[in-house]
C-alpha cells in the first residue's frame, strides 16, 4: 500500500489583517491506496518529492495542497498532527480525478453540463 499524504496551506490571504487564525495549525489529510490506483493518478507524485497544486478562490483567497507519499510511520504521525482539512476534501477528490484542482468556473460548468444531460434523459 501507498500512502498519500495532503498538507493545506494558505498562499494568500484575504482577511482584512492579513491573518488566518487556522493557518497555524497543520491540515493534513492521509490517503492510503494500492499500487494500482497511485498509478491510475493523472499526475505524477513522484517518491521523495512533493507536488504543490494551487487553487485561487477568487476572492484574495487562495490555497497550495502539497501531495507527498509517505510512509506508514509518517502517515500516522501525519493524521495525529492534523486538525482536519478545512473542508477542503475535495481538492484532493479533484486532484485523484483530473490530476488538478479545477477552476470554480471549469466545475460550475461539469455541473450544469451534468445537469442538463439528468433533464434530458
Known amino acids: 500500500m501507498i500512502y498519500i499524504s495532503f498538507q493545506l496551506k494558505n498562499a494568500t490571504v484575504g482577511s482584512w489583517n492579513g491573518v488566518d487564525t487556522g493557518d497555524k495549525d497543520n491540515h493534513y489529510l492521509v490517503r492510503k491506496i494500492s499500487e494500482k490506483v497511485f498509478r491510475s493518478i493523472p499526475v505524477l507524485i513522484p517518491k521523495g518529492e512533493s507536488k504543490w ?3 485561487d ?3 484574495g483567497w487562495s490555497m ?3 501531495a507527498e507519499v509517505v510512509d506508514a510511520k509518517e502517515a500516522a504521525h501525519r493524521r495525529k498532527a492534523s ?3 478545512r473542508g477542503r476534501e475535495w481538492m484532493v477528490d479533484e486532484i485523484f480525478k483530473y490530476g488538478r484542482i479545477r477552476t470554480r468556473k471549469e466545475r460550475h460548468e461539469a ?3 451534468l445537469n442538463q444531460q439528468k433533464q434530458k434523459g
Open 53 to 55: 497544486f494551487h487553487y
Open 64 to 66: 497550495n495542497v502539497i
Open 111 to 113: 455541473e450544469q453540463s
Open 83 to 85: 486538525n482536519g482539512f
Open 57 to 59: 478562490f477568487g476572492d
